[in-house]
């Protein structure tokens, strides 16, 4: 196991930049998804500055590993922690789901080339992670791919008809972060169609399984260290996190999946419980970012 | 050749060849795998069916198997396409069907270099019955942005349609056909991608078709020979882009249109030649096609007749569509 010597205070500092531009975004936008946002925001954090490594020139292009969010509509999470990385205009990120942007209400690699496929359509993304890494250890290439999945996601078939072909074919350079907050567009997983016993599914399916607190710097360090040592199989981090994270009202509410419009009051509460400074509460309002 | 001998000079029939268009696929993809290291093969464990068995035993490495889970795979080629391959998804019509949405999204949208080769097309699937007749994939993956989509019509054809799909870069989806196929072009033909080609002359109805009802239109001129009915007869392999060119010059010299093809009357060539016609050349069209249901068990030929698809029924429709010529 490999434990770096450093605090995550830099890593907390990122996954509260990504929630606040996430929330600004959606309340520009008028629309949006912020519960499912805010759950992977630390799990973006991580991957991101550590396992994505991005070119000087931030072009998008060339980067040794790969991520893609299989759960597209948290892409304001993506937006933001991408704009953190430098391959965005902070100010670009309020363009979000506006006439002609680059931030499409669902990541499209058509227009930014870093988010690696298009997503949107729950499951697909799975897939098209799979066949990277199949692709990529075709290639004799070393690097990983990541795929980041909801949990609704994972009543799509699609998504065990993948989880059975990438454990058949032994694919170790993939591993599947699973945001598991519990809650889906309507209700909470239990009530709409249960998920339990999850890792012993992914088990059964022949997957490593590693289960963290995926509000925990730590934990996503050691998890995601774990599955680079893992050689027979993939591996599945079923990471537990709180839909809305960071946010009072929004924590552990299904009314806030979305897709919902955020009202001023809302935004700046909002942006309050992260301990946004009151005077970034006005340029966030006012979208003077 | 005994046929077409028989048949004088009009409808340009070459016999049959004993290939299917899928067999025809099949050794198409090991003759052009080593001028192509590229290019891999996908599969949902029906290689037998499909052609792709040569190619599995020629290139095991360059084959790779998803099992019965077409959605997965489907969206997988776009991830493999993502760094720098060619896959070929390959698998009956019908589950192209059922992987659409992954087509869509994972495959179009993004511009992936997919080539989604669909066997078992239409009513010449024969004796599985309609649960295996695609009849609404040209219409389908017609309506996608990005996606191109060939229907070539015997096993030369689809032969060159496999080189000409990997040196274009994009999304294909291409028809072939489970039955053995009449072979209806010449051995130094030439295939172009959105380029029909005129297999018969003549000047009172075009008839423009695809896949398998390219022979089949051939009969028909023959038929309407006899009549003193000169029929064109067009080879539309390429649905999309369809070749506007050639079907705006046909409406101007014959003046009325038949198509035909082994696929719903609805959304597929007739509607895409009709999308042409009315707008730019009005004259009078009629559609062979399945008349909008589904197909049944029976041998293909049985099927054709059945559903109206034969060459007396295409000369049947040409000449009613002659009679309503100057009417439009």
Same mark, same amino acid.
């Given at each position: 196991?490999?434990?770096?010597?450093?605090?995550?205070?830099?890593?907390?500092?990122? !996954?509260?930049?990504?929630?606040?531009?996430?929330?600004?975004?959606?309340? /520009?936008?008028?629309?949006?998804?912020?519960?499912?946002?805010?759950?992977?925001?630390?799990?973006?954090?991580?991957?991101?500055?550590?396992?994505?490594?991005?070119?000087?020139?931030?072009?998008?292009?060339?980067?040794?590993?790969?991520?893609?969010?299989?759960?597209?509509?948290?892409?304001?999470?993506?937006?933001?922690?991408?704009?953190?990385?430098?391959?965005?205009?902070?100010?670009?990120?309020?363009?979000?789901?506006?006439?002609?942007?680059?931030?499409?209400?669902?990541? /499209?690699?058509?227009?930014?080339?870093?988010?690696?496929?298009?997503?949107?359509?729950?499951?697909?993304?799975?897939?098209?992670?799979?066949?990277?890494?199949?692709?990529?250890?075709?290639?004799?290439?070393?690097?990983?791919?990541?795929?980041?999945?909801?949990?609704?996601?994972?009543?799509?078939?699609?998504?065990?008809?993948? !989880?059975?072909?990438?454990?058949? /074919?032994?694919?170790?350079?993939?591993?599947?972060?699973?945001?598991?907050?519990?809650?889906?567009?309507?209700?909470?997983?239990?009530?709409?169609?249960?998920?339990?016993?999850?890792?012993?599914?992914?088990? !059964?399916?022949?997957?490593?399984?590693?289960?963290?607190?995926?509000?925990?710097?730590?934990?996503?360090?050691? !998890?995601?260290?774990?599955?680079?040592?893992?050689?027979?199989?993939?591996?599945?981090?079923?990471? /537990?996190?709180?839909?809305?994270?960071?946010?009072?009202?929004?924590?552990?509410?299904?009314?806030?999946?979305?897709?919902?419009?955020?009202?001023?009051?809302?935004?700046?509460?909002?942006?309050?419980?992260?301990?946004?400074?009151?005077?970034?509460?006005?340029?966030?309002?006012?979208?003077?970012? | 050749?005994?046929?077409?001998?028989?048949?004088?000079?009009? $409808?340009? @029939?070459?016999?049959?060849?004993?290939?299917?268009?899928?067999?025809?696929?099949?050794?198409? @993809?090991?003759?052009?795998?080593?001028?192509?290291?590229? %290019?891999?093969?996908?599969?949902?464990?029906?290689?037998?069916?499909?052609?792709?068995?040569?190619?599995?035993?020629?290139?095991?490495?360059?084959?790779?198997?998803?099992?019965?889970?077409?959605?997965?795979?489907?969206?997988?080629?776009?991830?493999?396409?993502?760094?720098?391959?060619?896959? %070929?998804?390959?698998?009956?019509?019908?589950?192209? @069907?059922?992987? @659409?949405?992954?087509?869509?999204?994972?495959?179009?949208? $993004?511009?992936?270099?997919?080539?989604?080769?669909?066997?078992?097309?239409?009513?010449?699937?024969?004796?599985?019955?309609?649960?295996?007749?695609?009849?609404?994939?040209?219409?389908?993956?017609?309506?996608?942005?990005?996606?191109?989509?060939?229907?070539?019509?015997?096993?030369?054809?689809?032969?060159?349609?496999?080189?000409?799909?990997?040196?274009?870069?994009?999304?294909?989806?291409?028809?072939?056909?489970?039955?053995?196929?009449?072979?209806?072009?010449?051995?130094?033909?030439?295939?172009?991608?959105?380029?029909?080609?005129?297999?018969?002359?003549?000047?009172?109805?075009?008839?423009?078709?695809?896949?398998?009802?390219?022979?089949?239109?051939?009969?028909?001129?023959?038929?309407?020979?006899?009549?003193? &009915?000169?029929?064109?007869?067009?080879?539309?392999?390429?649905?999309?882009? &369809?070749?506007?060119?050639?079907?705006?010059?046909?409406?101007?010299?014959?003046?009325?249109?038949?198509?035909?093809?082994?696929?719903?009357?609805?959304?597929?060539?007739?509607?895409?030649?009709?999308?042409?016609?009315?707008?730019?050349?009005?004259?009078?069209?009629?559609?062979?096609?399945?008349?909008?249901? %589904?197909?049944?068990?029976?041998?293909?030929?049985?099927?054709?007749?059945?559903?109206?698809?034969?060459?007396?029924?295409?000369?049947?429709?040409?000449?009613?569509?002659?009679?309503?010529?100057?009417?439009?």
């Amino acid at each position: 196991m490999v434990h770096l010597n450093h605090t995550y205070e830099n890593f907390n500092h990122y !996954a509260s930049t990504i929630r606040r531009y996430s929330l600004a975004a959606i309340y /520009h936008a008028g629309s949006g998804h912020p519960g499912g946002a805010l759950s992977c925001a630390d799990l973006l954090a991580y991957l991101m500055n550590r396992e994505i490594k991005w070119k000087p020139e931030n072009t998008g292009y060339g980067q040794e590993n790969r991520l893609v969010l299989s759960k597209g509509h948290a892409c304001p999470a993506l937006y933001a922690a991408a704009a953190e990385q430098g391959l965005l205009q902070k100010k670009a990120l309020l363009e979000l789901r506006k006439l002609g942007s680059l931030m499409q209400g669902h990541p /499209h690699v058509g227009c930014l080339s870093w988010v690696e496929t298009s997503t949107g359509s729950l499951g697909q993304g799975f897939s098209v992670a799979i066949g990277m890494a199949l692709g990529l250890r075709y290639k004799g290439e070393l690097s990983r791919t990541y795929v980041i999945l909801g949990d609704g996601e994972l009543q799509e078939g699609e998504i065990w008809e993948g !989880a059975m072909f990438a454990a058949h /074919h032994k694919l170790n350079n993939l591993c599947a972060i699973i945001d598991y907050n519990k809650m889906q567009s309507d209700d909470l997983n239990e009530n709409i169609i249960g998920l339990e016993p999850l890792p012993l599914k992914w088990e !059964a399916f022949n997957w490593h399984v590693i289960q963290i607190d995926g509000h925990n710097f730590e934990q996503i360090e050691e !998890a995601v260290e774990e599955a680079k040592m893992i050689k027979e199989k993939p591996v599945v981090i079923i990471a /537990h996190t709180i839909k809305g994270k960071g946010v009072s009202y929004m924590e552990g509410s299904p009314l806030w999946h979305g897709s919902v419009k955020l009202s001023s009051e809302e935004l700046e509460q909002a942006l309050s419980d992260l301990d946004t400074r009151k005077e970034d509460i006005g340029r966030f309002l006012d979208g003077a970012v | 050749m005994a046929q077409s001998e028989n048949r004088g000079t009009a $409808p340009h @029939l070459i016999g049959t060849s004993g290939d299917s268009l899928r067999e025809a696929f099949g050794k198409a @993809l090991v003759e052009l795998a080593d001028k192509y290291p590229d %290019f891999v093969v996908l599969d949902a464990d029906i290689a037998g069916g499909t052609g792709t068995h040569h190619f599995r035993k020629a290139h095991p490495r360059r084959f790779f198997q998803f099992g019965i889970a077409e959605q997965n795979m489907m969206a997988a080629a776009g991830g493999m396409a993502a760094v720098g391959l060619i896959p %070929f998804v390959t698998t009956f019509a019908v589950f192209c @069907l059922r992987a @659409l949405e992954q087509a869509r999204l994972s495959i179009a949208y $993004p511009r992936r270099n997919v080539k989604i080769v669909a066997s078992h097309p239409g009513l010449d699937v024969g004796p599985d019955g309609a649960s295996a007749q695609a009849l609404e994939d040209l219409a389908a993956y017609r309506a996608i942005p990005n996606m191109t989509v060939i229907s070539p019509a015997d096993p030369l054809e689809t032969a060159l349609a496999t080189e000409a799909i990997i040196q274009y870069e994009g999304p294909v989806y291409m028809r072939t056909g489970r039955s053995p196929a009449r072979r209806v072009l010449e051995q130094d033909y030439r295939f172009e991608l959105g380029k029909a080609q005129i297999l018969n002359e003549g000047s009172d109805v075009t008839i423009v078709a695809c896949g398998v009802e390219v022979a089949r239109s051939l009969d028909a001129a023959w038929i309407l020979e006899k009549d003193g &009915i000169n029929a064109r007869v067009v080879n539309m392999s390429t649905i999309k882009p &369809i070749d506007r060119e050639m079907l705006l010059r046909c409406a101007e010299e014959t003046g009325c249109m038949v198509t035909a093809e082994d696929h719903n009357i609805l959304g597929g060539l007739g509607s895409a030649a009709a999308e042409v016609i009315v707008k730019d050349k009005p004259v009078p069209m009629q559609f062979i096609g399945v008349r909008d249901c %589904f197909g049944e068990s029976g041998e293909p030929e049985e099927l054709a007749e059945k559903y109206q698809l034969t060459g007396p029924y295409i000369a049947e429709m040409a000449k009613q569509v002659i009679a309503k010529k100057g009417m439009v």
